[in-house]
């Protein structure tokens, strides 16, 4: 189970960030923690801190996708999932997140696409399988 983010984990991790600002892995954290609170823009704002100091981290795009996706920005959300997919071809996870912005917007085919793409790199069986009744059901 994944433990419960509070504000002061928050307050600890920017003291972390502004002893040691070029630590990727410090601004994910905060990034992540600024997600999981629901202050979707501060997450904004570290996850591309974080993309600055990672530039071809794919994962850092797609969790940036995820967070636009809150914020109801679907253009900026397919950016950066198409940056994801860019800097991290076999992320099935970015695939299907694509996949899902996609079939929001009933664009089928693509969201075909995207399903399908997430299949040839997923090796969770109950995955592949929500994946394939996505695909059957569009």
Do not use: H
Request: hydrophobic residues 40%.
């Amino acid at each position: 189970m994944k433990p419960k983010i509070i504000s002061d984990d928050v307050v600890e991790l920017k003291q972390q960030y502004y002893a040691d600002p070029d630590n990727v892995e410090v601004v994910l954290a905060l990034a992540n923690a600024y997600a999981d609170l629901g202050r979707w823009q501060e997450a904004v704002e570290a996850y591309e801190i974080a993309i600055t100091l990672d530039p071809e981290n794919g994962d850092l795009y797609n969790r940036l996708g995820v967070v636009f996706i809150a914020l109801d920005d679907p253009a900026d959300a397919e950016d950066s999932y198409l940056r994801a997919i860019e800097y991290s071809p076999w992320d099935a996870e970015s695939y299907f997140n694509l996949g899902e912005l996609y079939r929001a917007q009933r664009r089928w085919s693509n969201a075909k696409y995207m399903f399908e793409k997430c299949l040839q790199f997923s090796n969770d069986p109950g995955e592949r399988a929500a994946v394939r009744e996505k695909i059957i059901s569009l």
